[in-house]
């Protein structure tokens, strides 16, 4: 089992934890994280990037000049691609962008996160986010007694429960804060300080083992 300082939002140790070593212990396996990671960028995209071929294009519906007598290449349309106005030839045209994976493999690839940001000493783990009411001040000053500067990139996880967390972490720069339902390998992993609620941590030891 590997251990981990659970710290209050003064920055004050509160405890000693246990992290499951299945989840938090595990060598990173990087291949898995960047085929899931491609995957869940290619998955956000809309797909609805369109351009109009000759067909669609207006205009084009006589021929520009006569077929013969003018010294000129024989054309049919001025809507052909060649001409300022027509068609694009093999342009882009709606379609999904959607990627499939093995949920072992989702699963592998945040064990592989969450082991690497131990490793690296860039996981925070915090009892709770109990605040009385939204405040933007006192998330600041939760993240500074963590020793997290604000130059950093922070991904703050917390249960789906936590609303004053969630409008006090949101305006600061630099943060990102997610419910643990929502968490993914891309989300987790673009950041300098991975900072967990207490219960999302001991969650995710039991879901992903």
């Known amino acids: ?46 797909g609805t990037h369109k351009v109009k071929n000759r067909h669609e294009v207006s205009g084009g ?25 027509g068609g694009v030839v093999f342009g882009p045209t709606p379609r999904t962008h959607n990627k499939k994976i093995n949920n072992k493999m989702v699963k592998l690839a945040m064990r592989s996160v969450l082991s690497g940001k131990l490793a690296d000493g860039e996981l925070y783990v915090v009892d709770n986010f109990d605040f009385a009411e939204p405040s933007t001040k006192a998330a600041k000053a939760a993240l500074h007694a963590l020793g997290i500067t604000d130059d950093k990139r922070v991904t703050v996880v ?23 339902v929502e968490a993914t390998s891309r989300l987790l992993i673009d950041n300098k300080a991975l900072v967990l609620a207490a219960d999302v941590a001991k969650k995710f030891g039991e879901v992903l083992a």
Request: proline residues 4%.
């Open 1 to 46: 089992m590997s251990k981990i300082s659970v710290k209050n939002v003064e920055g004050a140790e509160v405890e000693q934890t246990e992290l499951a070593d299945a989840v938090y212990g595990i060598e990173p396996n990087i291949p898995v994280i960047h085929q899931v990671v491609v995957c869940q960028d290619s998955c956000l995209r809309q």
């Open 61 to 85: 519906g006589r021929k520009p000049y006569r077929q013969k007598g003018t010294g000129r290449a024989r054309q049919g349309s001025a809507r052909a691609p060649q001409w300022v106005g």
């Open 158 to 180: 917390v249960n789906d429960e936590a609303i004053n967390a969630y409008l006090s972490f949101r305006n600061l720069d630099n943060v990102t804060i997610i419910a643990d």
